[in-house]
Each structure stands twice: as structure tokens, then as C-alpha cells.
Nanobody
């Protein structure tokens, strides 16, 4: 059974940092590009960052470039999102998934940026 489990969210002040993790199971993790998505209240889910199968290439939504870094550890079947210089507009539930051929969505991890 394919599964994604996100963790690492929380409440942080503007300018702070968080590191999100997503543990994958039930499929060959290294065969897939992976992405982080987010969904803010009342908004559509949006793509935040993508990393290729072996991590050679990363891409980012313009609003997070220079602040967020996506990485992966194929030995641990885990993808990460390091978020620095957080802003209130980064508040959302964050999800990971395969960039293409989505599998079932996990529960996500809530990030709240507020003073």
C-alpha cells in the first residue's frame, strides 16, 4: 500500500524556519520525482517545489525561491522541505506527492506563520 506521511509543521514567527519531512512507503521512491504542495484556507492546492529522482534538479514556485530548499534521501525514502524566512502568506497545510502520477494524499502538516 502506497503511503505518504508528512511531519515537521508548527507555529512559527515571521522570519523563522521549519523543516518538513515526508516519509514514503509502498512504492519505489527513487523512481519518482517528488514535490511539495500547499493549500491555504479557501485556496486551491498549489505546487511549491519539485526535486528529480536523484536530486540533480530542483524547481520552485517564484514566491519561495531563495527561501525554501527541497531535498531527498533515497536511502530513507524521505523528501524534505527546508523553509527559511517564513512569511505569513506561507501559512498552509503542506503535502508531498509524486510530481506526476499522484498517489493517495497524506494528511499533510500544518504550518502557521504568525506573530
Amino acid at each position: 500500500q502506497e503511503q505518504l506521511v508528512e511531519s515537521g509543521g508548527g507555529l512559527v514567527q515571521p522570519g523563522g524556519s521549519l523543516r518538513l519531512s515526508c516519509a514514503a512507503s509502498g512504492f519505489i521512491f527513487s523512481n519518482y520525482a517528488m514535490s511539495w504542495f500547499r493549500q491555504a484556507p479557501g485556496k486551491e492546492r498549489e505546487l511549491v517545489a519539485t526535486i528529480t529522482k536523484v536530486g540533480a534538479t530542483t524547481t520552485y514556485q517564484d514566491s519561495v525561491k531563495g527561501r525554501f530548499t527541497i531535498s531527498r534521501d533515497n536511502a530513507k525514502n524521505t523528501v524534505y522541505l527546508q523553509m527559511n524566512s517564513l512569511k505569513p502568506e506561507d501559512t498552509a497545510v503542506y503535502y508531498c506527492n509524486r510530481r506526476f502520477a499522484f498517489t493517495s494524499w497524506g494528511q499533510g502538516t500544518q504550518v502557521i506563520v504568525s506573530s
